[in-house]
């Protein structure tokens, strides 16, 4: 326990799947006037240094967010428009940064910060020691920052107490590491609990798509618990590559319960282009299914 940092992971292919989700999900909600909670129950140190430390060793955005922004620049050198969500997200992250030159990348707590208007909450959980300190540390640098509460506790156990929120309009961002591989136990208990107390919050798990039973059941267990509250789901998958036998995260994915209707059409124009854009062999592929309750 305690020994992911996802400093390693910043701006990987499984960062630009997860937070090109999370914008839309956010930018939907929006829509309407009201006032909503967002809580992102895995936080993480909220944003990363690219160049140095360490994402610097593991280099994961070489094959992710430097690699997509400089696919989306030789498109516009050749006069190629790219799809408009991959340009807003980059936009977005490229804003965190001086002079739009990546060095930064933002996790989800700044992504969301960056997104949060006035009426807007955002609820962060984190429970690494080191992690804490360090998005205690940059959250308090935003401008957003009292709209913004920082927990301390075990989110698995605690989410069911924000829930439902004052508003009864919410947005859940489940993101463990799964280095606990007791996590896909727990976020089974957390979802079924969620359910209960908040039926129609929107709802966004990231997952690692690996080879073990834990991982490639996860889809079908999250389908079985949406079904039995008679939810809607989605469920979106992005391989950039399938070499048996390769350490290195080669998927990942996201499953969303109650998604904007939206969703389905964004992703589709969203994900062919980062297979382009991210794809390493011809084993790159995306998954995009949905049902409606
Ligand atoms: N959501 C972040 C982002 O997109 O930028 C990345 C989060 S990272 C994948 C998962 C984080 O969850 C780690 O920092 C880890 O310390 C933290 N964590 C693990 N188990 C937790 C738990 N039960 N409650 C709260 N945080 C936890």
Redesign the pocket.
């Known amino acids: 326990m305690?020994s992911?940092?996802?400093a390693f992971?910043?701006g990987s292919h499984a960062?630009i799947l997860?937070?090109l989700t999370l914008i839309h999900l956010v930018e939907y909600l929006q829509e309407k006037p009201g006032a909503l909670t967002i809580v992102?129950?895995?936080?993480?140190?909220?944003i990363y240094s690219l160049l140095d430390g360490f994402a610097s060793v593991s280099k994961e955005a070489d094959g992710g967010i430097f690699r997509l922004a400089k696919f989306v620049e030789s498109c516009s050198a050749d006069g190629i428009s790219v799809v408009k969500s991959i340009q807003d997200y980059l936009n977005l992250i490229q804003a965190e940064n001086v002079d739009g030159e990546i060095a930064i990348y933002p996790?989800?707590?700044f992504i969301l910060a960056h997104l949060l208007r006035p009426q807007d909450r955002l609820k962060l959980?984190?429970?690494?020691p080191k992690?804490i300190d360090i998005l205690r540390h940059n959250i308090s640098q935003l401008k957003q920052a009292k709209q913004i509460d920082i927990y301390a506790?075990?989110?698995?156990?605690r989410l069911k107490g924000l829930l439902p929120p004052p508003s009864r309009r919410g947005l859940v961002?489940i993101?463990?590491?799964y280095?606990?591989k007791q996590?896909y136990r727990?976020l089974e208990t957390a979802m079924e609990e969620a359910l209960q107390r908040f039926a129609t919050g929107c709802y966004a798990i990231?997952y690692p798509a690996l080879s073990r039973r834990e991982s490639t059941a996860l889809p079908d267990r999250m389908k079985k618990i949406a079904v039995n509250h008679k939810r809607s789901w989605l469920h979106a998958e992005l391989r950039v590559e399938n070499a048996p036998g390769e350490k290195r995260l080669q998927a990942s994915g996201m499953f969303i319960i109650n998604p904007p209707w939206t969703l389905k059409k964004y992703l589709g124009e969203a994900l062919p282009v980062l297979i382009k854009a991210l794809g390493n062999d011809s084993g790159a592929k995306f998954i995009l299914k949905s049902f409606e309750a």
């Open positions: 305690f992911y940092r996802h992971h910043a960062d997860k937070h992102d129950t895995h936080a993480g140190a909220g996790g989800s707590p959980f984190e429970l690494h992690e506790v075990d989110s698995f156990a961002l993101d463990p590491s280095e606990d996590d727990y990231w």
